[in-house]
Every structure is written in C-alpha cells, then in structure tokens.
C-alpha cells in the first residue's frame, strides 16, 4: 500500500477545513447512512464556516434516506470547485463512477482499517465515520451553532454502521458520542424506525427469496445467497430491495460467515460480494485478497467471471477456507 500521502491530525483536519472554499463531498457508492450522515453533516458544518458545498454520489439514495439529503440531487455536475473532500471512502474504486474524481480529492475524511490513503487523509476507527465528523465540528467549537439536521445525520451514520448500536464495533467511546448527540433532542426513535423498522413490500418479497435461494456451506456455517441478473429480473427486485440481504443471511444460528453475489445489471461479467462475519473471522482480508476491502466483520468486494455458477465456487472457496482455518484455530 503506497503511503504518499500524510495522515492529518484532527487539528490540522480543523484548520483546514476552516478555510472558506467552495466544496465537494463525495460519498461512496451504494450509499449507506454513514456516507451521507457524514457528507451532509460536514456540508452543515462548512456552512458554519462560510463554505458553500454540494454533495455528489455515482448512485442514487435510497428515498428513506431523505431526512439525510433533505431530497437534494446528488448527481455530479462540473463546476469550479476550490476543494474536494471525501467522506467515508476508502478507496478510489468506492467512487464508483466518479473514480476518476479521486485523483483530485484534497482530504479523505474515513474510519475504515484498510483505507489506501490515496489523498490527504484524516483517520479514526471509529465505529463509524460520522463520529469523526462530529468530533471534527467539536474541536472547531461549532455545535452550539449547528442545526438539529446536523445531529440528526451524525445519529443516523452512527446507528446505521453500528446496527443499532449493537454490533462488536461498539465502543465505550461511541457511547459517549451517541450520548452528546442525543443532548441535541432529536427524535431518534424516529430515525431507526426509518433506518431499520420500515420495509417496502419489495424488500419483504426480497427478504423472503433471499432465504428460498440461500445455501449453506462447511457444516452450515457459511451461508451465501447468490442474485443472478435473470433472477432479479424475473422478480422485479433491484439491488436497493437486496442491499440488507446479507444481514439476513447471517441471522441464521451456527452461521459464522454471510455472504450475498449480486450479478450486475449492466455488466453480467462483474459480480458484487458483501460478507459478514459473525465471530472473529477477518472478512476484510478476503475480500483484500480479491481487490475488495472494509471492515473486519463487514467487508465487499467485485469480481469479474464468466458465469454466476464461477462467481459462486470462487467465492465459496475462498471463505470456506478462512472458514474452516477459524474452526480448527
Ligand atoms: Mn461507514
């Protein structure tokens, strides 16, 4: 991994970030609460600042997400930007469509262990990259002049990452943040009902043709559901509808890794892994081993295959063996 570029301290990040610039956030692809917590977040506290920001992402939002975007387009435009800073992106390839952006981005703001640092970078593992944001805006002593959207982004890139507060990722220290943010009165309920209590009827069709097509592999204890391009066709379900499939499938007990392939719609050669891993089985390193990346529990990768049925036997290969070392570890 080429280390050319300097870690900021969060002083420096600060500094930074002070200076009145007109700015670009980018997010990741399939853009989750975090990303976007985190970039309009920042947008918030910029404008605090004097900045003027758009935010760009090569997908759509998922509509949920509006009290995030406020329903804004976040399709990129050309314009005479004076900074680019990323937010929750570890890599160029998580652009997605707007990889060739990256080149260009001044500060990567990011909380993931295996981000390449491939711009100016600001880092904390935090359990999620909104709690740097937050932490950002404290140092700057700009809470007090933030707006209830800012802390409402912040609550939800932290619920969302953290599952509702309750995967290992959760730390004394994400307590601590959750409990200031809190302090600002917003409806919290709310915003995990949206996140994780409020289904469309697609996602319920989804959710149930998810464990219909699911297999188990290594005595139960990988389970993969694998979305061919035909078969999401022929159900009418996007990859938005399947994007909580792999928490489904990791629900099932003695399961120690989950995996979903999703064939792409555009390209059928190129197949899209998300793996979860339920004990301590570092997911994040096999997807690294395929081009991919994340977190130690959650981590994704492309593939590119001739066939659904290679994607499948590659994947199962490759974890059934992380599988099969934990087990006799
Ligand atoms: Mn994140």
Known sequence: MSNQFKGLSLSSLAKLVRKKKNTLILCHQNPDPDTLGSAFALKELLYVFGSLSRVA??????????FITLGEDLSYHTLNYERIIAVDVASPSQLGKLDFLAKSVDITIDHHEMNTRFSPYYEDFRASNCENIYLLAKKMKALK???KHFFEC????????????????????????????LKSEIDHAE????????????????QRLTYEIM????????S???????????NGINDEDISDAVNHVRGIEGVLVAITIKQSFDDERKFFISSRS????????????????????AAGASIFCESPEEALELVVDLFSKAVEEFKKS
Request: charged share 25%; hydrophobic share 35%; glycine share 8%.
């Open 145 to 147: 002049k933030l707006p």
């Open 215 to 222: 297999k188990l592999y290594c005595d139960n204890a990988l």
């Open 224 to 234: 993969v559901a694998m979305f061919t391009k035909d078969f999401k066709k022929e």
């Open 278 to 297: 339920n004990v301590e089985i570092d997911v994040s390193s096999v997807c690294a081993s395929i081009g991919g990346g994340g977190h130690k529990r």
């Open 154 to 181: 912040v609550y939800a890139g932290m619920s969302s990452d953290t599952g509702g507060f309750k995967y290992s990722n959760v730390k004394p220290e994400t307590m601590s943040v959750a409990c200031e943010v």
């Open 191 to 206: 915003i995990n009902r949206i996140m994780f209590d409020s289904k469309t009827i697609e996602e319920i069709k989804a």
């Open 57 to 66: 992402c090569c997908d759509v939002p998922s509509k949920k997400f509006n």
